[in-house]
């Protein structure tokens, strides 16, 4: 049984920690945390370079007055005797040029370190203690670091001359010679040992302190590396946890969500995105309400009719013969077509309204469709004028667009007030093939004109359901010229009416 709880207890750890905002949180301070480092490591490495080149070059310098005085008494001797032969000349020359305080006399010769105090006049070499020079007496300022009794003379053949005191021979190789010339002519040189021990002694002194220095600022760098990470994956998960909760109300079918949308980045626009799909998904709710509605509205009116007849013969009040017949067969008939263009849209909606599409004469297309219609147009007096191009062909499925234009007559019998007018067109446009369909009042608001393909629609005004039709024909135009790859627009009419626009991509073996 612990067993089973310490696993759900870790499970249950497992979930609160793969989280966005843990992983955001550990993502960023991360990323940070590698800054931090990379920093840290390229700073020690410049600072350990750049502590030793600042070693080099400050010795060098100090040297550059010795180089002028030897090339100076090379120049007034001939030769280096005067220093080969005087060594105390050449600890002397060492304490001027550099300023130095000398040790004790004889220490170049090794005398015995307990010899009498220097003379009154000698007091400029006064002891020292090694590694840490004392004040020269010629009031310069010393570097922060000084060479030591590391210098030693060459002659042009890199022979050492006067080596310092206690080199060891495998030391020698160590040093570095700088160049005495005299009248452009190399005639010895100056070398030193660098003092590589002093450095890195100051290395790690210097390493240890920048260390400490770069602790604490790391640490402070790593507090608001943390905070900046927490407030930022805070931020982030916070938004994106208002989009999981509005896509779950959705999910549950609460089109009415919304999310606020704050500022202009990818959140700002993707919740923009959210509540347009909010909206788009709210109106498709009502709209189907309403298609419910208007659907059951549709079945009731010629039910109730047929109803109300059949009741007229039971009770005795109409006398069943063909004229009552007749309007059953009437109510019934309408009754089908409302069905059968439900059924035509469904299908449309599925994508199973199959298409037999072939290369068709569109103009024979359309003289069929109103030819069916010539009695209707007849009784209605309608005056047709066409005018079509025999030579334009189309892909299509000649028995839709047959319904497309049997639709479209259909409508402008019903709606169209006497003396009605039509006038079709078909001619060649960019390549496609053009149908103007244009009848006489009544017209049509410009306010509606994008709506009137919306199933079940009709405008009140002109277009009455006292005029008959269900709302769908003109629905099932635009789903059948879509499937054709086409476009349907309505405008005004010149005639005074209604004028759609049908437009079909031309076959490519035109006849």
Avoid: C
């Avoid at 790593?222 to 994956?233: H, R, Y």
């Avoid at 700002?268 to 298609?291: K, T, V, Y």
């Avoid at 049509?444 to 629609?457: G, I, K």
């Amino acid at each position: 049984m612990g067993l089973l709880l310490s696993r759900s207890a870790a499970g249950g750890l497992r979930r609160r920690l793969d989280t966005l905002g843990v992983k955001l949180f550990l993502a960023i301070a991360g990323a940070n945390l590698v800054l931090v480092m990379a920093v840290y490591l390229i700073y020690s490495w410049s600072f350990d370079r750049g502590l030793v080149e600042y070693v080099n070059h400050t010795e060098q310098a100090r040297l550059t007055p010795m180089i002028s005085r030897l090339a100076d008494g090379y120049r007034k001797n001939g030769d280096w005797a005067w220093l080969t032969e005087d060594r105390e000349a050449w600890a002397a020359l060492l304490g001027e040029s550099l300023g130095w305080r000398l040790p004790r006399r004889g220490w170049l010769r090794g005398e015995d370190a307990t010899a009498p105090a220097p003379a009154p006049d000698e007091r400029r070499y006064l002891p020292f203690r090694a590694g840490r020079p004392e004040t020269p007496v010629q009031g310069g300022a010393v570097p922060p670091i000084t060479i030591d009794w590391r210098v030693m003379l060459f002659d042009a053949a890199n022979r050492v001359l006067i080596p310092y005191p206690g080199a060891e021979p495998g030391e020698m190789e160590l040093a570095v010679k700088l160049p005495i010339r005299v009248d452009n002519r190399v005639i010895g040189y100056l070398g030193y040992i660098p003092r590589l021990r002093l450095v890195r002694s100051l290395e790690s002194i210097t390493s240890v302190q920048q260390s400490r220095r770069f602790g604490v600022i790391g640490l402070g760098m790593l507090a608001a590396v943390l905070l900046v990470a927490a407030l930022i994956s805070h931020w982030l998960s916070r938004r994106l946890r208002a989009l999981g909760q509005g896509a779950t109300a959705l999910a549950r079918g609460v089109y009415s969500t919304r999310i606020s949308a704050r500022g202009h980045d990818e959140l700002a626009r993707l919740a923009d995105d959210f509540n347009h799909l909010a909206q788009a998904l709210e109106a498709a709710q009502r709209g189907r309400q309403q298609w419910i509605a208007d659907i059951a509205h549709e079945l009731r009116t010629p039910l109730t009719s047929l109803r109300a007849e059949i009741e007229a013969v039971q009770d005795g009040v109409r006398p069943l013969n063909q004229g009552s017949i007749a309007s059953f067969a009437q109510e019934v008939q309408q009754l089908t077509r409302l069905v059968e263009d439900l059924r035509v849209l469904s299908l449309s909606d599925l994508g199973a309204l199959t298409y037999r599409k072939e290369p068709v004469a569109l103009a024979e297309v359309l003289d069929d469709a109103l030819s069916a219609g010539r009695g209707a147009i007849a009784a209605r007096a309608l005056t047709l004028e066409t005018m079509l191009d025999p030579a334009i062909r189309v892909d299509a499925d000649s028995e839709r667009l047959t319904q497309v234009f049997g639709n479209l007559l259909q409508n402008t019998l019903r709606y169209s007030e006497s003396p009605a007018q039509l006038r079709v067109h078909l001619q060649r446009d960019a390549g496609e093939a053009r149908i103007d369909w244009e009848d006489s009042p009544p017209g049509v608001p410009a306010a509606d004109l994008a709506r009137l393909t919306d199933r079940l629609y009709r405008v009140d005004e002109s277009r009455a359901r006292a005029s008959g039709g269900s709302g769908l024909g003109l629905a099932i135009v635009k789903a059948i010229v879509d499937a054709h790859g086409g476009r349907l627009q309505a405008s005004a009419s010149a005639l005074g009416g209604l004028r759609w626009s049908i437009w079909l991509p031309m076959s490519e073996r035109q006849g």
